[in-house]
């Protein structure tokens, strides 16, 4: 397996390395203003996370397992949500799919709205969760006839102090999803 991490954060302009921790990559900026959460001081916060992995798979495959077949999936490589349909349409541009986070103490029922849809290419989803709004993007790069560079975008309303458990969500999904798009795919 290759071994390149980085990662980085930026918060109120000012950088620091972290260690590196994983096979992943991983950049954390502040972004625009999104949701109510309030850092030192009161300001605004928001954070933006980028994390990447390749899978050994064609990028046709890792899309179908991670986009086309998101409600299925998700769950799987993430089990404190939940997501459900009440249609069967295919997925698209305007989806809307209903969620339960069960992350924090009390569980938050939102929505998922694909608002980027291109085969093989990105999906992007607007996550709503009560009065917190988290845009999501994700894109499928080709690296070699048969592997895939699978990163994820999202930028976040939290702070600074919210940063470490967040990061060790997305690169845990990030693992899973490789782990099970390797193993039975």
């Not at 459900?84 to 986070?101: A, F, H, K, V, Y």
């Not at 929505?111 to 093989?120: A, G, H, I, L, S």
């Not at 309303?157 to 999803?177: A, C």
Request: net charge negative; glycine share 8%.
């Amino acid at each position: 397996m290759l071994c390149s991490t980085m990662a980085k954060v930026e918060l109120e302009g000012k950088f620091s390395v972290v260690e590196p921790t994983s096979q992943l990559s991983i950049q954390w900026a502040q972004g625009a203003l999104v949701g109510s959460v309030r850092g030192k001081g009161g300001a605004s916060m928001a954070v933006r996370i980028e994390v990447s992995e390749e899978i050994d798979r064609p990028v046709p495959v890792v899309f179908k397992f991670f986009a086309d077949d998101h409600v299925r999936n998700h769950p799987r490589w993430d089990p404190d949500i939940e997501l459900w349909r009440s249609s069967d349409e295919p997925i698209g541009l305007g989806t809307i799919i209903q969620r339960r986070n069960s992350h924090g103490d009390t569980p938050v029922e939102g929505t998922m709205e694909v608002v980027e849809y291109e085969p093989n290419r990105a999906i992007g989803m607007v996550i709503r969760e009560g009065p917190m709004q988290t845009d999501g993007r994700t894109t499928f790069e080709e690296t070699s006839e048969a592997r895939t560079r699978l990163t994820i975008r999202a930028e976040m309303p939290i702070d600074e102090s919210m940063k470490d458990r967040m990061t060790g969500m997305v690169q845990r999904s990030l693992r899973n999803i490789k782990d099970l798009i390797e193993a039975e795919t």
